[in-house]
T-cell receptor, first 116, second 113 residues
């Protein structure tokens, strides 16, 4: 079975540009979460989506947005890129939301974003 | 609010020696606990998880962890490490019923021959 997939693998942008990152969850998983991992730190929670609705948001500015599609895939958008947005962006999928035992998250390989 | 503290940023050990990676957490609600491993330039791989039941949890690659509620700890152990265990290890907690996880800053395990 395919795991969580993310595209692109690597991306280079310049300050002020906009970027869209994509994620496909494990088949049967309905919840997708996004994390930002800056070099040398643990992942920081950005968003969680379940059934196309936002279920959680971390402490990130409004430049960050996301959405989930009917097939449960998801996009993360970042506008007006800053140098500090350079990081590994991780997508994780889980079975559901709000039910015990469904919280285990499975991570994709990530998208490495470099902002110059 | 939740927080996770990984008490050692770097742990160097010799091959075949035992290792313990320490993790303490704080939370006002009941949580699930996880350990992940990250190899260079890769995503996170789940090593093991504690959801409920026995406080000693066994995971992949010979790792195990013990949940101690009174000390709010979830330390990861392996009795004999291999060179291939060299990686970054992350401890994480999540509210029961939610998908959001809070991660520690990681522990770099370096296994030397």
């Amino acid at each position: 079975d395919a795991g969580v997939t993310q595209s692109p693998t690597h991306l280079i942008k310049t300050r002020g540009q906009q970027v869209t990152l994509r994620c496909s969850p494990i088949s049967g998983h309905k919840s997708v979460s996004w994390y930002q991992q800056v070099l040398g730190q643990g992942p920081q929670f950005i968003f969680q989506y379940y059934e196309k609705e936002e279920r959680g948001r971390g402490n990130f500015p409004d430049r960050f947005s996301a959405r989930q599609f009917p097939n449960y895939s998801s996009e993360l958008n970042v506008n007006a890129l800053l140098l500090g947005d350079s990081a590994l962006y991780l997508c994780a999928s889980s079975l559901a939301y709000g039910a015990m035992g469904t919280d285990t998250q499975y991570f994709g390989p990530g998208t490495r974003l470099t902002v110059l | 609010a939740q927080s996770v503290t990984q008490l050692d940023s770097q742990v160097p050990v010799f091959e075949e020696a035992p290792v313990e990676l320490r993790c303490n957490y704080s939370s006002s609600v009941s949580v699930y606990l996880f350990w992940y491993v990250q190899y260079p330039n890769q995503g996170l791989q789940l090593l093991l998880k504690y959801l409920s039941g026995s406080t000693l949890v066994k995971g992949i690659n010979g790792f195990e962890a013990e949940f101690n509620k009174s000390q709010t700890s979830f330390h990861l152990r392996k009795p004999s490490v291999h060179i291939s265990d060299t990686a970054e290890y992350f401890c994480a907690v999540s509210d029961i019923g939610r998908g959001k996880s809070t991660f520690g800053d990681g522990t770099t395990l370096t296994v030397k021959p």
